[in-house]
């Protein structure tokens, strides 16, 4: 499996606090994402990074921020909970160098937000 | 035109059955469509991949079929078994964007 760890794993939060997930990687890969899965949705882009610093919003991007100052490290903020961010969140990372590569997923964040 | 429309959304197969998820794109400068394979409480984890230069790849009781001129490609697990189970999705990249577009998924059971 490749080595991508998110934490934490589970967070219940309320209402207008901040959030913050991370996911960690220990391939070397330059590009990483975060997803949202949500019933009925798939998976829906939130934002991704194309290297250190290098970021882009994706299709659901509003009320979140990212950061990217290490390869290792993505982070995803939540600025301000609100109920509708209650999902599960995943982070890929590729390696996409001269050929299309497939994307590796870590095992998910549970946000649930009261 | 960037999405990836899939169906069925659900599947109920008998063991030893043949389990058929079909994909849809409209963006015809796609280059990639790989398939993903979910477990409950898991990430998704790539399943296999074709590019449109191919009309079917096949590993093992899994295979792709791609129809270019229909801008469709499917699924097929031949023998499925109940361990076959989880959610699948497909998906089509284009290169150069850096982004995958997602098709919202099907929950696959196999009754034993």
């Known amino acids: 499996d490749a080595g991508i760890t998110q934490s934490p794993r589970h967070k219940v939060t309320e209402t207008g606090t901040p959030v913050t997930l991370r996911c960690h990687q220990t391939e070397n890969h330059r590009y990483m994402y975060w997803y949202r899965q949500d019933p009925g949705h798939g998976l829906r882009l939130i934002h991704y990074?194309?290297?250190?610093?290098?970021?882009d919003k994706g299709e659901v991007s509003d009320g979140y921020s990212v950061s990217r100052s290490k390869t290792e490290d993505f982070l995803l903020t939540l600025e301000s909970a609100t109920s509708s961010q209650t999902s599960v969140y995943f982070c890929?990372?590729?390696?996409?160098?001269?050929?299309?590569?497939?994307?590796?997923f870590g095992d998910g964040t549970r946000l649930s937000i009261l | 035109q960037q999405q990836v429309k899939q169906s069925p959304q659900s599947l109920i197969v008998q063991k030893g059955g043949i389990s058929i998820i079909n994909c849809a794109y409209e963006n015809t400068a796609f280059d990639y469509f790989p398939w993903y394979q979910q477990f409950p409480g898991k990430g998704p984890a790539l399943l296999i991949a074709i590019r449109p230069d191919v009309s079917e790849k096949k590993e093992g009781r899994f295979t792709i079929s791609f129809n270019k001129s229909a801008k469709q490609f499917s699924l097929h697990i031949m023998d499925s078994q109940p361990g076959d189970s989880a959610t699948y999705f497909c998906?089509?990249?284009?290169?150069?964007?850096?982004?995958?577009?997602f098709g919202t998924g099907t929950r696959l059971k196999v009754l034993a």
């Open positions: 990074s194309y290297g250190v610093k290098d970021t």
């Open positions: 890929a990372i590729s390696d996409q160098g001269m050929s299309n590569q497939p994307q590796h």
């Open positions: 998906a089509a990249y284009q290169s150069g964007t850096y982004k995958y577009i």
